[in-house]
């Protein structure tokens, strides 16, 4: 049985009480604070202050709560809009939003399908925004816009860490890169790259995250409008 129709052990009296939303709860701080490496049964029974074998009565290892908490971070995901457009846009943007508050969600995002009550929650909002597309179609688009914000934050969090490992933000890595660009170019071999280096607008991230994003769902109303 799944952890989502297993029920909780009943409350007793004991100094410390415990639930699936304490554990998780504790476990996200622990994530938030340190990533996925901070977060293990015994650093999590530390911060509730409880035996680690305490926690075997709600999940049945650690596979568990990362979905626990996967599922905890789609609560924050809620796509919404009039449209199927507006609400894969919607969906999109909270998913990059909640990756930025819970950096070790991008670690996560992507494998298997997740199946909580959340997670599940947020499907049945978009599916339904799909209603008037042909139903062989729909779970094409919703994965092709997953994929892009998945892809998406994904590289937007590994620069952030490069940049809390180095030192370096954008602008001081390419001021360090700079002189070998240009020496590289200067030889003629690359007059395309740099082309667009020198020439094309340099936008922020979020411009950059939602120009892409309407590319896909322009490539996506073309297709459904055949």
């Given at each position: 049985?799944?952890v989502?129709e297993?029920?909780e052990p009943p409350?007793?009296?004991?100094p410390?009480?415990l639930?699936?939303e ?7 701080q622990?994530?938030?604070a ?15 202050d ?28 809620r796509?919404?809009g009039?449209d199927?457009?507006?609400?894969l846009?919607?969906?999109a ?8 508050e819970?950096e ?13 009550p959340?997670?599940?929650?947020n ?11 042909d139903?062989?179609?729909i779970?094409?688009v919703?994965a092709a816009?997953?994929?892009y914000?998945?892809?998406a934050?994904r590289?937007?969090?590994a ?9 370096m933000?954008e602008?001081?890595w ?8 240009e020496?590289t ?10 082309t667009?280096?020198r ?10 995250f ?16 055949r």
């Open positions: 049985m799944l989502w297993r029920p409350n007793r009296p004991v410390v009480p639930s699936r304490r554990i998780v709860r504790a476990a996200i622990l994530a938030d340190d990533g996925l490496d901070a977060v293990s049964l015994r650093k999590v029974a530390a911060v509730l409880v035996r680690p074998m305490r926690l075997y009565g709600y999940i049945a290892g650690k596979e568990e709560l990362l979905d626990l908490m996967v599922d905890a971070a789609y609560a924050e995901i796509p919404a009039d199927w457009r507006e609400v846009r919607s969906l943007e909270a998913t990059r939003h909640a990756a930025h819970h070790w969600l991008a670690d996560l995002l992507g494998g298997r399908p997740q199946l909580g959340h997670a599940l929650a499907g049945e909002t978009v599916v339904a925004a799909l209603g008037d597309i139903v062989d179609a779970m094409p919703v816009v997953n994929a914000a998945i892809g934050v590289r937007e969090v620069e952030r860490r490069a940049e809390r490992a180095t030192g933000d602008k001081r390419q001021s360090s890169l700079g002189p070998y660009l020496r170019f200067a030889t003629g071999r690359f007059p395309a790259l740099a667009v280096v020439d094309a607008a340099h936008l922020d991230a979020d411009h950059t939602r120009i892409g994003l309407d590319f896909v769902l322009d490539g996506i109303e073309a297709r459904i409008s």
